[in-house]
């Protein structure tokens, strides 16, 4: 069983940045975010692989946001920049025990509790 802590939520500016911080209680593959915003369902947002030589992004947040990984420290991050109104959701990260990238929620057996991120206009 892994455990998995999202903390670098909070609440910004329109335009402003964050980094979310995954912290995972054992060995994963690979890593993925998704949020969920009110009354929505929850959406995919980035995944990388293993080793981190592969990411992928949701359109919504290609060219704004950047996941990363420390394999050393079972760790990964969320980098998000430019960030707007519509960003503001609860963020969760997930892993999975297969190397490849994941897309969907069905794709991930561990999850966090998430962490929430509020961007004001």
């Known amino acids: 069983q892994v455990q998995l802590v999202e903390s670098g939520g909070g609440l910004v500016q329109a335009g402003g940045s964050l980094r979310l911080t995954c912290t995972a209680s054992?060995?994963?593959?690979?890593m993925g975010w998704f949020r969920q915003a009110p009354r929505k369902e929850r959406e995919f947002v980035a995944t990388?692989?293993?080793?981190?030589?592969?990411?992928d992004y949701a359109d919504s947040v290609k060219g704004r946001f950047i996941i990363s990984r420390d394999n050393a420290e079972d760790t990964a991050f969320l980098e998000m920049n430019s960030l707007k109104p519509e960003d503001t959701a609860v963020y969760f990260c997930?892993?999975?025990?297969?190397?490849?990238?994941?897309?969907?929620?069905?794709?991930?057996?561990?999850w966090g509790q998430g962490t929430q991120v509020t961007v004001s206009s």
């Open positions: 997930a892993a999975r025990l297969e190397a490849g990238l994941g897309y969907q929620t069905k794709d991930y057996l561990y």
């Open positions: 054992g060995r994963t593959f690979s």
């Open positions: 990388i692989d293993w080793n981190g030589v592969n990411t």
